[in-house]
């Protein structure tokens, strides 16, 4: 690509908190109109160096250059001064105001003269934003109504109305299907040929190859390289990131397969899905994958007791159950791994150790009373089990990263005895290490005669770690496939709506 005038520099950036060095001599810049990736593991220095280049946290040592200026982000207040702009993974939004004063908030329009909110000119303005966009949104919509992807629009929005020359985009698309992911490409190419500079934050590589000029690698803190993203491929990102190699990514075993275990027999649920029926052994990681709204997750809900179908029958172990509630699965032996870890899965301000024995309370009583060293003890040997990375159990949950966050709600799956796991969604939003980690336990549990059902849209996932694959099709099974099977286009042909007409507004997710 042709290079173009650097933006921002930054060099021998260093940052130390208390024991930690977060950075060690980091560089990183950025060329006027370009989009350049910034990836590594949880813990690698992304964020850190993010909050050193916004202002919220001061270098120990280095440098930063604006537009060939060296320059002080003393507060965040300083960079945005600056035309830096951030849309983070967790949008920081205004549910109850509307679209337009979310845009303008902090940057109201007033009429002239007068100390007072031009209302008609925040409207238009917000209007004429969103169309440069390419988006429709209602200025006066209220911004809790709107979905995810339009939110981050508003906020897109919101960074160029204060005439932002830097965008920084932490994981835009952890929460988006598809179409919106390619969406917000095509808003993020826009932007790029309008000469806006964007940092691209992802753990999705997809993401990366769609959208980025540039890459740069952190690991642990220090620079690891740079590189047009013409000259590299999966697997050397892989490998600068992690420290492995991608076929270390994927550690299916051949287990061998046993008894049926959870067999579901015509199960149905008006105006979700109809006559479903598919059976999962003992030993077996079974994938179930289809497009949004296919079904997937209201199967799940309904296994897992969340929901009650209308019609069909589950059986366990070969006795016919009647799932009325989660705690009746967990009884019956079916745990559920929730796509939403931190809303459905963590009680985020309690203890890892407190997370991880909660379900199973009954097991730490003496005498009526809960027992803390039989907690901390159960704490301590999931910790160890599943290597999650804490000083001690008495940690936070909402202090740990995303991947280890995962296995904590693991750990409570493993806690309650189950031989069934569903598992939602088990790698969205986590780095690439904690991916390949997760997957060694999915294989490690198989291996050991429990029952996995893998419900992914990483497509890579279902084809590298399940022995066979179901796939839904507007409420229904369309096509199951063996391990020997499975393919790509096979999976994407089978999802795909019968009504050719759908076609265009499939989504797979």
Same mark, same amino acid.
């Given at each position: 690509?042709?290079?173009?005038?650097?933006?921002?520099?930054?060099?021998?950036?260093?940052?130390?908190?208390?024991g930690i060095r977060a950075l060690d001599d980091v560089r990183l810049d950025l060329r006027r109109g370009?989009?350049?990736?910034?990836?590594?593991?949880?813990?690698?220095?992304?964020?850190?160096?993010?909050?050193?280049?916004?202002?919220?946290?001061?270098?120990?040592?280095?440098?930063?250059?604006?537009?060939?200026?060296?320059?002080?982000?003393?507060?965040?207040?300083?960079?945005?001064?600056?035309?830096?702009?951030?849309?983070?993974?967790?949008? *920081?939004?205004?549910?109850? &105001? !509307? #679209? +337009?004063?979310?845009?303008?908030?902090?940057?109201? %329009?007033? $009429? @002239?003269?007068?100390?007072?909110?031009?209302?008609?000119?925040?409207?238009?303005?917000?209007?004429?934003?969103?169309?440069?966009?390419?988006?429709?949104?209602?200025?006066? *919509?209220?911004?809790?109504? &709107? !979905? #995810? +992807?339009?939110?981050?629009?508003?906020?897109?929005? %919101?960074? $160029? @109305?204060?005439?932002?020359?830097?965008?920084?985009?932490?994981?835009?698309?952890?929460?988006?299907?598809?179409?919106?992911?390619?969406?917000?490409?095509?808003?993020?190419?826009?932007?790029?040929?309008?000469?806006?500079?964007?940092?691209?934050?992802?753990?999705?590589?997809?993401?990366?190859y769609s959208l980025a000029d540039r890459v740069t690698v952190l690991r642990d803190g220090h620079y690891?390289?740079?590189?047009?993203?013409?000259?590299?491929?999966?697997?050397?990102?892989?490998?600068?990131?992690?420290?492995?190699?991608?076929?270390?990514?994927?550690?299916?075993?051949?287990?061998?397969?046993?008894?049926?275990?959870?067999?579901?027999?015509?199960?149905?649920?008006?105006?979700?899905?109809?006559?479903?029926?598919?059976?999962?052994?003992?030993?077996?990681?079974?994938?179930?994958?289809?497009?949004?709204?296919?079904?997937?997750?209201?199967?799940?809900?309904?296994?897992?007791?969340?929901?009650?179908?209308?019609?069909?029958?589950?059986?366990?172990?070969?006795?016919?159950?009647?799932?009325?509630s989660p705690h009746e699965a967990l009884r019956q032996g079916v745990s559920l791994l929730p796509e939403?870890?931190?809303?459905?899965?963590?009680?985020?301000?309690?203890?890892?150790?407190?997370?991880?024995?909660?379900?199973?309370?009954?097991?730490?009583?003496?005498?009526?009373?809960?027992?803390?060293?039989?907690?901390?003890?159960?704490?301590?040997?999931?910790?160890?089990?599943?290597?999650?990375?804490?000083?001690?159990?008495?940690?936070?949950?909402?202090?740990?990263?995303?991947?280890?966050?995962?296995?904590?709600?693991?750990?409570?799956?493993?806690?309650?005895?189950?031989?069934?796991?569903?598992?939602?969604?088990?790698?969205?939003?986590?780095?690439?290490?904690?991916?390949?980690?997760?997957?060694?336990?999915?294989?490690?549990?198989?291996?050991?005669?429990?029952?996995?059902?893998?419900?992914?849209?990483?497509?890579?996932?279902?084809?590298?770690?399940?022995?066979?694959?179901?796939?839904?099709?507007?409420?229904?099974?369309?096509?199951?496939?063996?391990?020997?099977?499975?393919?790509?286009?096979?999976?994407?042909?089978?999802?795909?709506?019968?009504?050719?007409?759908?076609?265009?507004?499939?989504?797979?997710?």
């Open positions: 690509m042709k290079k173009q005038a650097l933006v921002l520099q930054m060099e021998g950036i260093t940052k130390i908190f208390p370009e989009i350049h990736a910034l990836i590594g593991e949880n813990g690698a220095g992304k964020s850190t160096l993010i909050k050193v280049f916004t202002g919220i946290h001061q270098p120990d040592a280095g440098l930063i250059r604006l537009n060939g200026e060296e320059v002080e982000m003393t507060d965040p207040l300083a960079a945005r001064r600056r035309g830096i702009a951030a849309i983070h993974q967790h949008l *920081a939004t205004y549910p109850d &105001l !509307s #679209v +337009a004063e979310n845009i303008f908030i902090g940057n109201e %329009q007033t $009429l @002239s003269g007068l100390p007072a909110i031009s209302w008609r000119k925040t409207r238009e303005m917000a209007k004429a934003l969103l169309a440069s966009l390419g988006s429709d949104i209602d200025p006066m *919509a209220e911004m809790g109504t &709107l !979905s #995810v +992807a339009q939110q981050q629009i508003v906020e897109i929005a %919101q960074a $160029l @109305s204060q005439n932002a020359q830097v965008l920084i985009m932490d994981e835009p698309t952890a929460a988006l299907s598809l179409r919106e992911s390619e969406e917000l490409y095509s808003i993020a190419k826009g932007l790029r040929a309008k000469g806006t500079s964007i940092i691209l934050i992802s753990h999705r590589l997809e993401d990366i690891i390289g740079t590189w047009d993203i013409g000259e590299t491929n999966t697997e050397m990102l892989v490998k600068h990131m992690v420290g492995r190699t991608i076929d270390q990514f994927y550690p299916k075993k051949e287990a061998p397969v046993g008894e049926p275990i959870l067999k579901v027999d015509g199960l149905s649920r008006t105006g979700f899905f109809e006559e479903v029926s598919f059976t999962l052994h003992a030993g077996e990681i079974l994938g179930l994958t289809g497009l949004v709204g296919a079904g997937r997750t209201e199967v799940v809900e309904v296994l897992s007791g969340v929901t009650r179908p209308d019609k069909g029958h589950i059986y366990i172990l070969g006795e016919e159950k009647a799932i009325t939403d870890r931190q809303k459905q899965g963590l009680l985020l301000p309690w203890s890892v150790q407190d997370n991880i024995t909660l379900p199973r309370l009954d097991r730490h009583k003496k005498r009526g009373l809960l027992s803390p060293g039989s907690e901390a003890k159960t704490g301590k040997e999931y910790i160890d089990m599943l290597n999650i990375k804490v000083r001690s159990g008495q940690d936070t949950a909402e202090s740990l990263s995303g991947g280890n966050q995962q296995k904590v709600v693991i750990s409570k799956l493993l806690t309650c005895g189950s031989r069934i796991i569903i598992m939602d969604e088990p790698t969205k939003g986590v780095d690439v290490g904690s991916k390949a980690a997760i997957y060694q336990i999915m294989c490690d549990l198989a291996a050991k005669g429990f029952g996995i059902l893998l419900v992914s849209s990483e497509m890579p996932e279902i084809l590298n770690l399940s022995d066979r694959a179901l796939v839904m099709r507007e409420g229904r099974i369309s096509a199951v496939f063996t391990r020997e099977e499975m393919a790509p286009e096979k999976l994407l042909k089978a999802a795909m709506p019968l009504d050719k007409s759908r076609k265009g507004s499939a989504e797979y997710a």
